[in-house]
């Protein structure tokens, strides 16, 4: 069997992970969607917040499941005997980061690293990006699924409160 995780933060998920999600679906035979837990760092939602989001937005594929890690990705990947991270890349700049953590990861365990071109539709679209436009009142619709926008427009109503 052909394991392979998305790993991030999904504060909150955007459609753009989701295509990335969906494209991994049909190369892989499972897919493990991760969210990164790291105390340390604020988030808008908590990490048992997004997990619920992927839990709902990832539903229509049977071959993805949802889960968390803390730590090092590599030491998930080999607990969870996944072969492959996917990694979705919107430009040029995030080759630079990415290609730098996927030699890194190489070194430290036995997985590949399969870089994924975002779709051009979904190419502009971040998290951080979609939290900053909400916050001063942007309409997001279509950039995250509507059970997600609504979650996101309630929160910053509450004060957009780190969780």
């Given at each position: 069997m052909h394991r392979a995780v998305c790993p991030g933060s999904f504060d909150p998920v955007t459609n753009g992970h989701l295509d990335i999600i969906e494209r991994a679906a049909r190369l892989f035979d499972e897919v493990?969607?991760?969210?990164g837990v790291n105390a340390s760092k604020s988030r808008l939602f908590s990490a048992d917040e997004r997990l619920e989001m992927l839990t709902r937005a990832c539903a229509p594929w049977e071959n993805v499941?949802?889960?968390?890690?803390?730590?090092?990705l590599t030491e998930f990947?080999?607990?969870?005997?996944?072969?492959?991270i996917v990694k979705g890349l919107r430009a040029v700049s995030d080759f630079d980061y990415e290609l730098q953590m996927a030699q890194m990861n190489s070194h430290l365990a036995p997985v590949e690293?399969?870089?994924?071109?975002?779709s051009p539709e979904w190419s502009?679209?971040?998290s951080s990006l979609v939290k900053e436009v909400a916050t001063f009142g942007g309409d997001?619709?279509?950039?995250?699924?509507?059970?997600?926008?609504e979650q996101?427009?309630?929160?910053?109503?509450?004060?957009?409160?780190?969780?």
């Open positions: 493990v969607v991760a969210v499941r949802i889960d968390t890690f803390t730590g090092l990947c080999v607990e969870q005997e996944i072969d492959a690293t399969v870089f994924m071109p975002t502009f679209v971040a997001v619709t279509g950039l995250v699924p509507e059970f997600v926008r996101l427009v309630a929160r910053l109503a509450e004060g957009g409160e780190t969780r």
